[in-house]
């Protein structure tokens, strides 16, 4: 069984940033992808940014060039999501979600608010 274990998030003001961090616990080897997802009030849950073991990433293109996905040393499954120049539209809660095995394992969701 694999646990995610998030940490950040918070409330900020529009223009500032906040970091993310997730780490996956349990029984963990060979190729996974982890990332980010966020789910807005009546809105469906959207990819943020993932990241494969190998470094490889990719961005919702609403968050390029804001947002940064990465991940700790081999053998430490631990991702971050540094988000800077945070607008109101990024409010949500935000998931971490790792894809393993072929196996979708999700966390319980962080609240990011952006005050306008």
């Known amino acids: 069984q694999v646990q995610l274990v998030e940490s950040g998030g918070g409330l900020v003001e529009s223009g500032g940033s906040l970091r993310l961090s997730c780490a996956a616990r349990g029984r963990i080897s060979g190729i996974w992808t982890m990332g980010w997802y966020r789910q807005a009030p009546g809105k469906e849950r959207e990819l943020v940014a993932r990241i494969i073991v190998n470094g490889m990433t990719d961005y919702a293109d609403s968050v390029k060039g804001r947002f940064t996905i990465s991940r700790d040393g081999p053998g430490k499954n631990v991702i971050h999501l540094q988000m800077n120049s945070l607008k109101p539209e990024d409010t949500a809660l935000y998931y971490c979600?790792?894809?393993?095995?072929?196996?979708?394992?999700w966390g319980q969701g962080t609240q990011v608010t952006v005050s306008s």
């Open positions: 979600n790792i894809n393993y095995l072929q196996r979708n394992f």
